[in-house]
């Protein structure tokens, strides 16, 4: 397994993301399923684990804390975060803090976050009245964290006036990187701002939720044709592990058999050519007209008409991407009041959006290329009557 060195730790550079755990039909989390894969990354080098107070309803930080617990403390890294991000009334960073280190079974953490800094986020994290930085570098001081981050969303601005006031409380800081967003989030201003100012880098969604292992063969044909029988993953991993100021890529992984390619693909990386590397933000150029969804499903929670937004944001972007042949039936199949028409446009959403998508926008757009495009009903008709002559011409 490779490793790099974050903030004086020697780290693996793949790290365990904990948002997308294996499921059980009755949703809580396949915790025999858990365990088993702690099991594989202690054993394949994996020594960094990365959690956060929301994810998993919470039960994350449960499940992880247990699997780790049957391993010496010193001998692997566990990450969470404090959910300044989620907005409520009031914030209590103590009563957090002192509950999470319940929830996970620990004494101290070694890498904690300030959970997505970002435009929304900041005025609660910089208000004096709940003083949460403050009590989190007091906690540093303390020994209950050893090192002390934060994980952001924002724009390059927004994060280069962030650092200008905190960066000297600051170890490090985790973003969403990924060859894709390098071009279409400003993914490279921040890589390079960050290193600019000495601060090593976690990433998050490498693969955007999934997303990068799900292009077409057609938009990868160029990739194919430089290195036949390379994955996907193994194309997005390959291109952070050549990026000196990226100390850990986060895999938020979903079962034994991720757990178990992601290793063999850390441990025999081979690094990419400029003309390889130049494929790849080719390809992202031509994908830039995309919605970033990531399916965090931050925003899920608080929608009144309960839509299942990042599920229709993928129907949208697969309309936009390839003409989306089967999304009308896709439609066609919820209640009228799931479908993308049913948003009334109240902006919930988008507030909470770490990717800051116009949510509402883009659900009225949707609706209208619906509404105007191609009915299931029309297609099926078509498709017959394309079948019903061809049969007839023998
Ligand atoms: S804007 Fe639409 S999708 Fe967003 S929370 Fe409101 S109703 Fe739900
Ligand atoms: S729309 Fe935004 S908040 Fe909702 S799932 Fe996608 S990235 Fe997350």
């Not at 025999?32 to 959690?51: H, I, K, P, W």
């Not at 998050?204 to 044709?225: C, D, F, I, V």
């Not at 850990?248 to 025999?268: K, T």
């Not at 965090?296 to 937004?309: E, F, S």
Request: hydrophobic fraction near 35%.
């Amino acid at each position: 397994m490779n490793g790099s060195e974050l903030c004086n730790e020697r780290v693996s550079r793949l790290g365990f993301g904990t948002m997308r755990l294996p499921v059980l039909p009755d949703g809580s989390i396949d915790a025999s399923q858990v365990e088993r894969m702690v099991d594989l990354a202690m054993a394949g080098g994996v020594n960094y684990f990365d959690t956060a107070f929301p994810y998993h309803g919470g039960m994350s930080e449960v499940v992880l804390g247990k699997a780790l617990s049957r391993y010496p403390r010193t001998s692997y890294y566990l990450a969470t975060k404090y959910p300044g991000h989620q907005f409520a009334s009031s914030y209590d960073p103590a009563g957090v803090f002192t509950e999470q280190l319940g929830k996970c079974g620990v004494e101290y953490f070694d890498f904690y976050l300030l959970h997505n800094v970002c435009e929304s986020s900041l005025p609660v994290y910089t208000d004096p009245q709940w003083g949460i930085i403050d009590y989190f570098v007091e906690q540093k001081r303390q020994g209950r964290i050893r090192h002390l981050g934060f994980s952001t969303h924002a724009r390059p601005e927004t994060l280069e006036a962030f650092l200008d006031r905190y960066g000297n409380a600051l170890d490090f800081c985790q973003i969403q990187l990924n060859w894709l967003d390098w071009t279409l989030q400003n993914g490279k201003r921040k890589y390079e701002l960050l290193t600019e100012r000495k601060v090593p880098i976690v990433v998050m969604e490498p693969l955007r939720g999934g997303k990068l292992t799900r292009l077409s063969a057609s938009e990868t044909e160029p990739l194919t044709a430089l290195r036949p029988g390379s994955s996907a993953a193994e194309w997005s991993f390959g291109f952070l592990m050549d990026l000196d100021n990226v100390r850990v890529v986060l895999s938020g992984m979903s079962d034994v058999a991720q757990m178990e390619d992601n290793i063999r693909i850390f441990s025999e990386h081979r690094p990419l050519s400029e003309t390889e590397r130049n494929a790849l933000l080719q390809i992202a150029e031509d994908l830039k007209d995309a919605v970033p969804c990531t399916a965090c499903r931050y925003c899920t929670d608080g929608c009144p008409m309960a839509l299942d937004i990042p599920m229709l944001i993928a129907a949208y972007n697969d309309v936009k991407f390839s003409g989306g042949f089967t999304v009308p039936m896709q439609m066609d199949a919820l209640d009228e009041s799931k479908r993308p028409s049913a948003c009334i446009a109240c902006g919930a959403c988008a507030a909470v959006c770490p990717q800051g998508i116009p949510i509402p926008d883009v659900l009225a757009d949707f609706a209208d290329r619906l509404d105007k495009g191609p009915k299931w009903a029309d297609i099926c008709r078509e498709r017959e009557e394309a079948e019903r002559k061809r049969k007839a011409n023998g």
